[in-house]
DNA sequence: GGATGGAATTAACAAAAGATAAGAAAGCAG
DNA sequence: CTGCTTTCTTATCTTTTGTTAATTCCATCC
């Protein structure tokens, strides 16, 4: 990787901190930005027709998270994305982004490698556990997955993410935990 | 869209078509291509320890697959890809792919929008129906967003997709046609 | 330390889904 | 057209999940 493609890269970027509690995206942005979460937790979650918070994803230290509705479908956001814990991220709109791997091939490289590849890998895997696992199954595959989420979310916005409600969870945690 | 660009997409391009029952991409393979469908449709499926087939996807026309696991994540593909209509398709290896659309600005843009964009459209709004809403609005949903492959495929891959079993489905089917 | 509020567990009931099997319907091959 | 195979539907029963609410647990604030 050459210095001139990191240099271009910082350039562009810009850090920022975030309070517990603070927004990265709010509902209805379009804004298209991709942050990198360099230190922190932060949560994507919408408000659904009976009031309740429904979490849609968890993101931990190093990985990336976009408006994801501004780039996929140009629409204002669903989401509301909320720092969980103190949150340290990598901010670049996503033209800049665009711009910057079109013309230097080692940002491309790099791009797909560790940014592209790691948020599809996820998504992948998602569907995959809904389609291929039983929920009991899919809660234990997230704890191996993702071990450094589990303490640190409460356990009902994990349960949103693996699409059932937080008592479902607890009787699952208690099965599994009768059975061993 | 200059000519040259499309030019050195179609010498790495080759065509090919597949009888029913024959594979795109057998179980255990680990190549890497891409396949663009032209005309009729595919569906990847794996076989589960009760050695029941459960479909995983259903490619029309103008959708591009891949080997996903092979891509992703360096292992074999866990899935079949199998016409299940006489189907044509034009392929390109990943790397080749990878290649041009590096070079070529026109090409890299292109695979953008069209290719990897709709892919992951599809993946996310996947996770987002799983989450958001319950099997009977997941079927309602499946059934407006991709009628040209609701009355070519039998429901039982549709339930498969759906991450419920086919006797669910059809209990779905009833309750909604009942409602109305 | 005691009070407060949110989260997790548990309970009770209703609704839905899974499993299995049998019957009806539809598709396919000869 | 006929017979055969597969798919779809329906039924029964079991298991799981959703819903609502009560209770327990736990962290935080004063």
Request: charged share 30%; proline share 3%.
């Given at each position: 990787?050459?210095?001139?493609?990191?240099?271009s890269?910082f350039?562009?970027?810009?850090?920022?901190?975030f309070?517990k509690?603070?927004?990265l995206?709010?509902?209805g942005?379009?804004e298209?930005?991709?942050?990198?979460?360099?230190?922190?937790?932060?949560?994507?979650?919408?408000?659904?027709?009976?009031l309740e918070d429904?979490?849609?994803?968890?993101?931990?230290e190093?990985?990336?998270?976009?408006n994801?509705h501004?780039?996929?479908?140009?629409?204002p956001?669903?989401f509301?994305?909320?720092?969980?814990?103190?949150?340290?991220?990598?901010?670049?709109?996503?033209?800049?982004?665009?711009?910057?791997?079109?013309k230097n091939?080692?940002?491309?490289?790099?791009?797909?490698?560790?940014?592209?590849r790691?948020?599809?890998k996820q998504?992948?895997q998602?569907?995959?556990?809904?389609?291929?696992?039983s929920?009991?199954?899919r809660?234990?595959?997230?704890?191996?997955?993702?071990?450094?989420?589990?303490?640190?979310?409460p356990?009902?916005?994990?349960?949103?993410v693996?699409g059932?409600?937080?008592v479902?969870?607890?009787r699952?945690?208690?099965?599994i935990?009768?059975?061993k």
């Open positions: 990787m050459k210095i001139r493609s990191l240099l890269l350039r562009s970027v810009r850090i920022k901190k309070d509690g603070e927004l995206i709010n509902q942005s379009t298209k930005e991709v942050f990198f979460i360099r230190k922190g937790l932060v949560r994507s979650y919408y408000t659904n027709k009976k429904i979490t849609f994803q968890l993101y931990p190093y990985n990336a998270l976009v994801i501004a780039l996929l479908f140009d629409e956001s669903k509301i994305y909320e720092a969980y814990e103190p949150t340290k991220a990598y901010i670049i709109s996503y033209e800049a982004l665009m711009e910057l791997t079109s091939s080692d940002l491309l490289e790099m791009n797909r490698r560790f940014i592209g790691k948020a599809l998504v992948f998602r569907v995959e556990s809904f389609v291929c696992q929920p009991e199954e809660y234990e595959k997230y704890v191996r997955d993702y071990p450094n989420i589990i303490n640190r979310a356990d009902k916005y994990i349960a949103n693996l059932i409600t937080p479902s969870l607890s699952i945690r208690n099965r935990s009768t059975k």
